[in-house]
């Protein structure tokens, strides 16, 4: 089992940026793919980034491609989340996620896919 601690979130203007981190407890952080997310009042839970095992792969929602990097400490059992150019439309709590039950070199993008989950972090762009 492994416990997730968001941190990072907060209120930004438009245009500005933020780093999300994300803690994991443990010693087998580097077994685990991990995902960001983000739920906004009234809509699902959505796909935002997801990184592999190693951090050699990553993948990336369409509304965020360009703007936002997923990247992952192994040896600090840290994967952080790098947005930048905010738009009120990021505004959101934002979660992150980890999962055993995909391939050494895969990356997943559906809630489904992961079995762990962080208590989430506010995140809000004001325009």
């Known amino acids: 089992q492994v416990l997730l601690v968001e941190s990072g979130g907060g209120l930004v203007q438009a245009g500005g940026s933020l780093r999300l981190s994300c803690a994991a407890s443990g010693r087998t952080f580097s077994t685990y793919a991990m995902g960001w997310f983000r739920q906004a009042p009234g809509k699902e839970r959505e796909f935002v980034a997801a990184?592999?095992?190693?951090?050699?792969?990553?993948t990336y929602a369409d509304s965020v491609k360009g703007r936002f990097t997923i990247s992952r400490d192994n040896a600090k059992n840290t994967v952080f989340l790098q947005m930048n150019s905010l738009k009120p439309e990021d505004t959101a709590v934002y979660y992150c996620a980890a999962t055993q039950r995909v391939g050494l070199r895969s990356t997943a993008r559906g809630l489904a896919a992961y079995d762990y989950w962080g208590q989430g972090t506010q995140v809000t762009v004001s325009s």
């Open positions: 990184i592999s095992r190693s951090g050699g792969v990553t």
